[in-house]
């Protein structure tokens, strides 16, 4: 089973806007530089989109060693512009589990309270955190590597009546020539002359998904499209399914238009 690589993405600030990137190093924690920033409320608990949609509206891209935040949005304009730096580590919370992040000042955090209507503070990861099976990540929610096929996002299209952009789903790797929901049945891929990623487990998607990448506006699709043909119990749960989660296994650098061979199939019943 044969693919090509037709998109990459970074996110350096959880939950804010992405960045399509031509090539990328694959590490222990995904690509380098995913979800290496985390905004906050002031007791440490973190925030996204599902709670703030507005996050979607702040473009980061980080250049010759320093991160640029800008706002895009009709009518709004606002930028920052920073070098971050390393320092004592304080505690935040993710879903519910305790990590650790370097506070990045109170000059930057009112920057983003302005910005975002709330109060907040923005942190850089540190330390090691892991998921269940060991793998190692920063700031993901579960899993370091998210992968999706352009053929699940065109399916998903024809039941829509406004077709969405794959920027939607916010996808780290995005394949070409699985099929819809190839990604699914996959367990092992290997892109290019060295890296190997290890497919694991379906992505939940939640009311994210929703929400305009460039307004932060929310309306009921496309999760109540998936909800008619993706759910799938997942830890006693129902949940709604698209896209998948992996880890890698070795390490290098991948890039748009690289070969993905998938080296080994599973049966699932997610298709």
């Known amino acids: 089973m044969r693919a090509v690589v037709r998109g990459l993405n970074v996110h350096p600030i959880k939950s804010a806007g992405g960045i399509a990137v031509p ?3 694959i590490t222990a924690v995904g690509l380098r530089g995913d979800r290496e920033f985390l905004v906050i409320r002031p007791d440490g608990r973190h925030l996204s989109q599902r709670e703030v949609p507005g996050l979607a509206r ?5 250049e010759d060693g320093k991160l640029r935040v800008e706002v895009e949005a009709p009518g709004d304009s606002a930028a ?4 971050p730096f390393d320092g004592p580590a304080r505690r935040v ?3 519910g589990t305790d990590c650790e992040g370097v506070d990045q000042g109170d000059d930057v955090a009112e ?4 910005v975002l209507g709330l109060p907040c503070r923005l942190v850089r990861f540190t330390g090691t955190r892991r998921t269940p099976r060991g793998d190692t990540l920063t700031y993901d929610d579960g899993d370091p590597i998210s992968v999706l096929s352009v053929e ?3 399916d998903l299209n024809e039941r829509l009546t406004t077709r969405l952009e794959m920027r939607r789903f916010r996808p780290n790797i995005v394949l070409e020539g699985l ?3 190839g990604e699914d049945r996959v367990s092992r891929l290997r892109i290019g002359a060295a890296v190997e990623i290890e497919v694991i487990r379906p992505s939940g998607r939640c009311v994210i998904i929703n929400t305009d990448q460039d307004t932060g506006e929310r309306r009921p699709e496309p999760l109540r499209a998936l909800g008619g043909y993706r759910v799938q119990i997942h830890g006693g749960q129902r949940a709604i399914m698209f896209g998948r989660l992996g880890a890698a296994r070795s390490f290098g650098r991948i890039a748009v238009g690289d070969v993905v061979d998938a080296v080994e199939r599973i049966d699932d ?3």
Request: proline share 7%; net charge negative; aromatic share 14%.
């Open 93 to 95: 919370n993710v879903h």
């Open 111 to 114: 920057w983003f309270s302005t």
């Open 58 to 62: 702040l473009r980061p891209i980080v």
């Open 152 to 154: 699940s996002l065109a």
């Open 269 to 271: 019943d997610t298709a």
């Open 23 to 25: 090539s990328a190093e």
């Open 80 to 83: 920052l512009a920073y070098e």
């Open 179 to 181: 099929g819809p929901y």
